[in-house]
């Protein structure tokens, strides 16, 4: 099991930058890949981006895509989400997760989860 914990969340105005990050502490970090999901209010919870064990592949949702960057540091079992040009929409419980490269692309019940960072972007 993998302990998270999330950081860098607040308040931004639209077009605005935010950096989160999500410190794990457990399984060595270099041995599961990594995500980053959001929940706004009324919404279920959704995909972000996702980043492998090694750092060398990412994918991200087309909402975020050319404004989100998720890296990760396995020398301080830390993964960040650099979000840049934010907007409205943005706004939610950002949660890291940790498990499996195929559950972090499809949601499993397999993760290990964060308890949350929340972002709130104003127009």
């Known amino acids: 099991q993998v302990q998270l914990v999330e950081s860098g969340g607040g308040l931004v105005q639209a077009g605005g930058s935010l950096r989160l990050s999500c410190a794990a502490s457990?399984?060595?970090?270099?041995?599961?890949?990594m995500g980053w999901f959001r929940q706004a209010p009324g919404k279920e919870r959704e995909f972000v981006a996702l980043i492998s064990w090694s750092g060398s592949s990412t994918y991200y949702a087309d909402s975020v895509k050319g404004r989100f960057t998720i890296s990760r540091d396995n020398a301080k079992n830390t993964m960040y989400l650099q979000m840049n040009s934010l907007k409205s929409e943005d706004t939610g419980v950002y949660f890291c997760?940790?498990?499996?490269?195929?559950?972090?692309?499809?949601?499993?019940?397999?993760?290990?989860w964060g308890q949350g960072t929340q972002v709130t972007v104003s127009s």
């Open positions: 457990g399984r060595t970090a270099s041995s599961y890949a």
């Open positions: 997760a940790a498990g499996p490269l195929t559950s972090i692309a499809t949601m499993g019940n397999n993760l290990d």
